[in-house]
């Protein structure tokens, strides 16, 4: 039995309602119980924006956490409101880009993933929400690669379909960049 309860946060625009949404997508490809739970500020771009996702093998009784088993982080204002939502043993992944003052918790294991410089250097901007999936997965294999593409392939409209494989390729680039603390 798993069950992996996720708060996404950052600035809208960052892609966190989307990485989220494909998240939840790759959960229904394998059968999963899922739900996503977008909040934002009243501002779309550079308001804050954050999303729960939740993925199990059963049914799931509430939408509405307090507490979370990981928690990914792509600004300081997100960090100071959810590093202390991370369930003991939980995880928190945070792109250094955004933070300037890292997380400090030691009951908890901290990852940090250069997703932004990455983005940038690779020429994957479009694609810097898939950086930080690949470093998720990677540390919480909860689903399966293929199911993260056909997940991407139905929540992106056909005329961007070809941007898939270069989705995908950020995706393998933050396996590899993510690093623990």
Same mark, same amino acid.
Request: cysteine-free; aromatic content about 0%; glycine content about 22%.
């Given at each position: 039995m798993m069950t992996y309860e996720i708060i996404i946060a950052g600035f809208g625009g960052q892609g966190v309602l989307s990485m989220g949404k494909i998240l939840a997508y790759s959960g229904l490809m394998e059968n999963k119980e899922v739900s996503w739970f977008p909040s934002y500020g009243p501002e779309q771009r550079g308001g804050t924006a954050n999303v729960t996702v939740i993925l199990s093998d059963e049914k799931i009784s509430s939408p509405i956490l307090n507490q979370y088993d990981i928690a990914i982080?792509?600004?300081? %204002?997100?960090l100071a409101k959810f590093e202390n939502t991370v369930? %003991? +043993?939980g995880i928190l992944i945070y792109d250094g880009y955004g933070i300037v003052t890292p997380p400090t918790r030691k009951d908890i294991k901290i990852y940090e993933i250069d997703a932004m410089n990455t983005a940038v250097t690779e020429g994957y901007e479009k694609a810097f929400n898939m950086v930080i999936l +690949? +470093?998720?997965?990677?540390v919480a294999p909860m689903v399966k690669l293929d199911s993260v593409m056909n997940g991407l392939k139905k929540s992106l409209p056909e005329r961007h379909h070809k941007l898939l494989p270069m989705n995908e390729k950020a995706i393998l680039k933050g396996m590899e960049t993510i690093v623990e603390k």
């Open positions: 982080i792509l600004n300081q %204002p997100s369930k %003991p +043993g +690949g +470093g998720m997965l990677k």
